[in-house]
C-alpha cells in the first residue's frame, strides 16, 4: 500500500493512530483470529473491539474473510497489505534551469524480454498476453503499461543541453513494480539500471501489488492482476546516483557522457541476480500517479 500527504490516505493514518489497533495488525501477522479471540487477547470486549476491526478493514489493512468451523462459520480477520510507504511532495532542489522530457512506456527503442510478459494500452491488451512478438507491433507506441519477468527495455532520450549550459543533475521517475502472474504483495525483484552504457546500480522493488486497484489504472482491467507501483526517482549528482534519497553507486554526471546528443536509458532483470521478480513499468494512464518515465536535466549557464 502507497500513501501520499493528501486526505484520500487519513482513514489509514487515523486506522494507524491506535495503540490497540497496532497491537491487532502485530497479532495477526502471527495468524488469523476472530473478533471473540483478539478481544480476549487484547482484554477487551467483543463490541470495542469489533469497532476497532471495523476501522482497520474500512482503512484498507485488513480484511475479514467466512471460513467453516465445528459450529458453523466464523469471520476470521487477517492482514490485507504486507507493506506500507509514504511518498511526500517533491523535495525542493536547488533552483538550476531544466530541461524536461516525458517519454511513454511503449516508445522503447529495443527489447529482450522473457514470458511472463506483456502490453496493454488504455483501451485493452496490445495482441496475446505473453506472446513476444507482440512487444515489436507497431500498436506498442500507444502502451501505457507493459511487463516482463526477464530481460530488459531500452528508451532513447533526446538531449536538449547546449554547449553553453553546465548539467548539474539528472532526475529520472518512473512508476514500476516486480511482475507476478497474478499479484504477489511480497515479490521481491532486482531492478537495474543503466544509462548511456553506465551501471548506475540495482534497487530491489518489493513485490507486484494488487491490494487496491491503481487510482488511474482503467476499469476494463482485470482486478487479479498487478494495479499499481510504486513512484522511484533516480538522481545522478556530481557526487553518484541516489534512489529516493539512497547512495547506490558512485557513478556521477561527469560519468554518463552528458553532452551526448541522445541518450539511452534502460531498465533490466538479470538471469543470476538474487531476486529474479521480473518488472512492471506503469505509464499515463495506469497506477497511481498519472504520467510517464519523466527526465529532468538540470542544468546551469557557463
Not at 5 to 22: K, Q
Not at 141 to 150: G, P, Q
Request: glycine share 8%.
Amino acid at each position: 500500500m502507497q500513501l501520499t500527504l493528501d486526505n484520500d490516505s487519513l482513514p489509514v493514518y487515523e486506522a494507524l493512530a491506535s495503540e490497540v489497533r497496532l497491537k491487532i495488525l502485530r497479532l495477526l501477522c502471527e495468524q488469523k483470529m476472530n473478533v471473540k479471540d483478539l478481544a480476549a487477547e487484547l482484554r477487551l470486549s467483543s463490541p470495542i473491539m469489533t469497532m476497532h476491526v471495523r476501522k482497520l478493514a474500512t482503512a484498507g489493512l485488513i480484511k475479514t474473510e467466512r471460513v467453516p468451523g465445528k459450529s458453523g462459520s466464523q469471520k476470521l480477520s487477517a492482514l490485507a497489505v504486507d507493506n506500507i510507504e509514504v511518498k511526500f511532495p517533491k523535495r525542493i532542489i536547488e533552483s538550476f534551469k531544466i530541461h524536461e522530457v516525458h517519454i511513454p512506456v511503449g516508445h522503447y527503442a529495443d527489447y529482450k524480454v522473457e514470458p511472463t510478459c506483456g502490453l496493454a494500452t488504455l483501451e485493452g491488451f496490445v495482441g496475446n498476453v505473453d506472446d513476444i512478438r507482440y512487444f515489436s507491433d507497431p500498436k506498442r507506441v500507444n502502451a501505457a503499461i507493459i511487463w516482463f519477468s526477464k530481460g530488459f527495455v531500452e528508451y532513447k532520450v533526446p538531449n536538449f543541453l547546449s554547449s553553453d549550459e553546465k548539467p548539474e543533475m539528472l532526475e529520472l521517475s518512473f512508476e514500476i513494480s516486480s511482475e507476478f502472474p497474478f499479484t504477489n504483495n511480497n515479490w521481491p525483484s532486482d531492478i537495474h539500471f543503466v544509462l548511456n552504457g553506465q551501471e548506475l546500480g540495482c534497487w530491489t522493488s518489493p513485490g507486484d501489488f494488487g491490494d487496491t486497484r491503481g487510482i488511474y489504472t482503467p476499469a476494463w482491467w482485470p482486478l487479479d492482476i498487478n494495479q499499481y507501483g510504486l513512484l522511484k526517482k533516480l538522481l545522478v549528482t556530481t557526487h553518484g546516483t541516489y534512489m529516493d534519497g539512497d547512495k547506490i553507486s558512485g557513478v556521477s554526471i561527469k560519468d554518463i557522457d552528458a553532452y551526448r546528443s541522445v541518450y539511452t536509458f534502460s531498465l533490466a532483470v538479470r538471469e543470476g541476480s538474487p531476486h529474479v521478480g521480473g518488472l512492471t513499468i506503469f505509464g499515463k494512464g495506469f497506477g497511481n500517479y498519472d504520467d510517464d518515465i519523466v527526465v529532468r536535466m538540470y542544468y546551469s549557464n557557463i
